[in-house]
């Protein structure tokens, strides 16, 4: 299986890889199992203590620094209505699929408190704070952005106001009515810190989504029939089976004080008008799991946590 070579200008060298040796959620020793790309010698490695999947080798901050700074650009052309999908087709549909699950445990107030982590520009924040305001929960939102890009939502909505904060630990607000943490985790060298950061910035009765890679045994399964499967890696450092949803939290805040709201396959990124094949064959994919709850063939895991 070779690396995916996609988001990179130059391919990956042994040059840019680095031992991983450790869990960067809960620091237990990982332990090697299977072969991902032979000519690199990199193996995939399971974590004993959360259950995460992830690699002996990943590539060097420079590396990824360099290959994320190809980036910068796709976020200069942010407008309300244009080019708003580039991390997810129609960000609207995922703004009202997070206030399904949360509206019943919401209360009514003036103003709520959203904070988009990894977001690009913030255009999931916004679209969930307009949900919020034309469902009557609030008439004003207030959404930080936490992302290293520059690009904030052009907006001139009065309603909800846009800033940028970056890094998380920067943040001084401890009382976030929702944090969305959508395909962002999986790229973090040590995602322990920042879980634990977003976790220790929600508000009593707040909530965190969280969207994640769990395409492992997608892996597993193109390779038995000849077919490649890209795991997006070297941006890719981590793989999230379900068990991982409930394990994380007794590593990064107190099981006392959150519960697990939903656990279950992630929300399609695409769209049957968008990307007809591909959207299909992903919801084909995914419906067995609503049967069988046993079925791992889903290529991405989604859950809710609530502070109580």
């Known amino acids: 299986m070779k690396v995916n070579k996609k988001l990179v200008d ?18 237990e020793t990982l332990e090697e199992f299977g072969d991902f790309d032979r ?8 974590c004993p203590g959360c259950g995460v999947v992830t690699y002996n080798k990943v590539a060097t901050q420079e590396y ?5 700074s190809n980036y910068n650009d796709a976020y200069d052309w942010y407008n309300p209505g244009e080019n708003e999908s580039v991390t997810f087709a129609q960000p609207d549909r995922i703004a009202r699929h997070i206030f399904k699950y949360i509206k019943k445990h919401l209360a009514d107030k003036t103003e709520f408190k959203i904070m988009d982590f990894g977001g690009g520009s913030g255009v ?16 004003k939102v207030t ?9 904030l939502y052009r907006t001139d909505d ?13 943040v001084e ?11 962002i985790i999986e790229h973090l060298p040590k995602p322990s810190d920042e879980m634990k950061a977003l976790f220790d910035r929600m508000a009593v009765d707040g909530f ?5 890679p769990y395409a492992y045994p997608m892996f597993t399964l193109a390779k038995k029939i000849g077919v490649d499967f890209d795991m997006l890696y070297p941006g890719h450092i981590w793989d999230f089976p379900p068990e991982w949803f409930e394990n994380v939290i007794k590593f990064v805040s107190d099981p006392d004080h959150v519960s697990l709201v939903v656990s279950q396959p992630s929300i399609p990124e695409t769209t049957l008008n968008s990307h007809f094949i591909r959207a299909l064959v992903t919801r084909m994919f995914k419906a067995p799991w609503y049967v069988f709850h046993k079925w791992p063939f889903v290529g991405g895991w989604e859950a809710i946590y609530r502070r109580i």
């Not at 999931?124 to 008439?139: F, P, Q, R, S, T």
């Not at 959404?143 to 890009?149: E, F, G, H, N």
């Not at 009065?158 to 920067?170: G, I, K, L, S, T």
């Not at 965190?208 to 994640?212: A, D, G, N």
Request: proline share 4%; net charge negative; hydrophobic share 45%.
């Open 10 to 27: 130059e391919g990956l060298k042994q040059s840019d890889l680095i031992p991983q040796t450790v869990c960067g959620v809960c620091g």
């Open 39 to 46: 000519d690199l010698d990199i193996r995939f490695s399971r």
């Open 64 to 68: 990824l620094d360099h290959m994320y």
């Open 124 to 139: 999931m924040g916004y679209k969930l704070a307009k949900v919020l305001i034309l469902n009557g929960i609030c008439d």
């Open 143 to 151: 959404v930080t952005v936490v992302d290293y890009l520059d690009a």
């Open 158 to 170: 009065p309603a909800v106001y846009m800033e940028r904060v970056f890094p998380v630990h920067d």
């Open 173 to 183: 607000t401890i009382d976030y009515d929702v944090i969305i943490a959508s395909a």
């Open 208 to 212: 965190l989504y969280c969207r994640m």
